[in-house]
T-cell receptor, first 117, second 108 residues
Framework: GAVVSQHPSWVICKSGTSVKIECRSL??????MFWYRQFPKQSLMLMAT?????????EQGVEKDKFLINHASLTLSTLTVTSAHPEDSSFYIC?????????????FGDGTRLSIL | DAKTTQPTSMDCAEGRAANLPCNHSTISGNEYVYWYRQIHSQGPQYIIH???NNETNEMASLIITEDRKSSTLILPHATLRDTAVYYC?????????FGGGTRLMVKP
């Protein structure tokens, strides 16, 4: 089945640094990928929709200059949290849109737990 | 905003059937009902989906009422590994809006 790989799975860094998270579709091409954020004991909230070869579409309230998204190929999207601060600590999850038979709309990665000290 | 409502939490005894309800009274005619689950510290995992007919796969069964305003996910023989948050989502395209889900606790 379709596999989405997310890397790293866990990262700790100092306040003020930038962190890049990668999302790869391993056995299929994904024109569209999605980035979600999940705080403890809360549901997933969509941050942005990433489209290959074009600018990402951000949800209301998400700072596009802080959360940089690049989708340069059909198998890779990256999310860079710039100048990260403790309030950016969260669980970030990516997904890729299915482009085959519609068994499910999106295939999810296993998430990246980001901790900013 | 999510268009479904689910109980916040449920308990189930190991080996028994877990029946998770979902209300989607405003569902449109072309919208499917999808169920995902999220085990702690992992990404969501697809379980099953349906349009109007009942569905069954190796993981679960999905019962959709005739008026399509509600559905029930059935895990026939719950195990401890089924402890997770279960999300019911209805949509017509590839966008998914997650509500609060139901936190299912399977107990020995």
């Amino acid at each position: 089945g379709a596999v989405v790989s997310q890397h790293p799975s866990w990262v700790i860094c100092k306040s003020g640094t930038s962190v890049k998270i990668e999302c790869r579709s391993l056995d299929f091409q994904a024109t569209t990928m999605f980035w979600y954020r999940q705080f403890p004991k809360q549901s997933l909230m969509l941050m942005a929709t990433s489209n290959e070869g074009s600018k990402a579409t951000y949800e209301q309230g998400v700072e596009k200059d802080k959360f940089l998204i690049n989708h340069a190929s059909l198998t890779l999207s990256t999310l860079t949290v710039t100048s990260a601060h403790p309030e950016d600590s969260s669980f970030y999850i990516c997904s890729a849109e299915s482009n085959g038979p519609k068994d499910q709309p999106q295939h999810f990665g296993d998430g990246t737990r980001l901790s900013i000290l | 905003d999510a268009k479904t409502t689910q109980p916040t939490s449920m308990d189930c005894a190991e080996g028994r059937a877990a029946n998770l309800p979902c209300n989607h009274s405003t569902i449109s005619g072309n919208e499917y009902v999808y169920w995902y689950r999220q085990i702690h510290s992992q990404g969501p995992q697809y379980i099953i989906h349906g349009l109007k007919n009942n569905e069954t796969n190796e993981m679960a069964s999905l019962i959709i009422t005739e008026d399509r305003k509600s559905s029930t996910l059935i895990l026939p023989h719950a195990t401890l590994r089924d402890t997770a948050v279960y999300y019911c989502i209805n949509n017509a395209g590839n966008m998914l809006t997650f509500g609060g889900g139901t936190r299912l606790m399977v107990k020995p």
